[in-house]
């Protein structure tokens, strides 16, 4: 059961270049994560962020939350091509299982240098 | 530092062969996952376990089952493996509760079924 849904599913820019990311979700959640992973590797947790919580910044991430519209974003600043790498969001389903995550498709980040 | 292993990177099995894919973690978490990722499909939940020999079905169990034996480990076994089984298979581990839902994921295996 998808819940997550990234947009753009593929994103090309230049280094130096900002990165936005967005995803969308259906029901009420308890927070919402974003993971990074590489070309076949696993993925990487890289910042969660609570429903109760609206902003969070992480080095040169920042992720936004805005519940009433059920959707996130991710804001990469001053890309590198080592930020090369598919993003995907997740969400803790209110309710749901504890520790289930519902991961979205992902969006492909391509940093030309 | 945290540390989740797969028993293998690459696999290939024939058609009908049983194939056993081996988690470990060495983080105490009670939650482990096994996943499978195909293009376009992102990522889809096959069974979890939340405490030794507890499992529960995920979105995609069928022609799959596991064993959680041990806590540090979780198997994942393809009883008659079939040709619609290759994929990349994600193992998976947190701890149990709210406010604890961080995932911390292995390299993966890549399974072909010829």
């Known amino acids: 059961s998808q819940q997550g849904e990234e947009d753009p599913q593929a994103l090309s820019i230049q280094e130096g270049e900002n990165a936005t990311m967005n995803c969308s979700y259906k029901t009420s959640i308890n927070n919402l994560q974003w993971y990074r992973q590489n070309s076949g590797r696993g993925l990487v947790h890289l910042i969660l962020i609570r429903s109760n919580e609206r902003e969070k910044h992480s080095g040169r991430l920042r992720v936004t939350l805005d519940t009433s519209k059920k959707s996130s974003s991710l804001l990469i600043t001053a890309s590198r091509a080592a930020d090369t790498a598919s993003y995907f969001c997740?969400?803790?389903?209110?309710?749901?299982?504890?520790?289930?995550?519902?991961f979205g498709k992902g969006t492909k980040l391509s940093v030309k240098p | 530092d945290v540390k989740v292993t797969q028993s293998s990177r690459y696999l290939v099995k024939r058609t009908g062969e049983k194939v056993f894919l081996e988690c470990v973690q060495d983080?105490?978490?009670?939650?482990m996952f096994w996943y499978r990722q195909d293009p376009g499909l992102g990522l889809r939940l096959i069974y979890f376990s939340y405490d030794v020999k507890m499992k529960e079905k995920g979105d995609i169990p069928e022609g799959y089952s596991v064993s959680r034996e041990k806590k540090e480990r979780f198997s994942l076994i393809l009883e008659s493996a079939s040709t619609n089984q290759t994929s990349m298979y994600l193992c998976a581990s947190s701890f149990l509760g709210q406010g604890y839902e961080t995932q911390y994921f292995g390299p993966g295996t890549r399974l072909l079924v010829l």
């Open positions: 997740a969400t803790s389903p209110y309710g749901g299982s504890q520790g289930n995550l519902i």
């Open positions: 983080m105490d978490h009670e939650n």
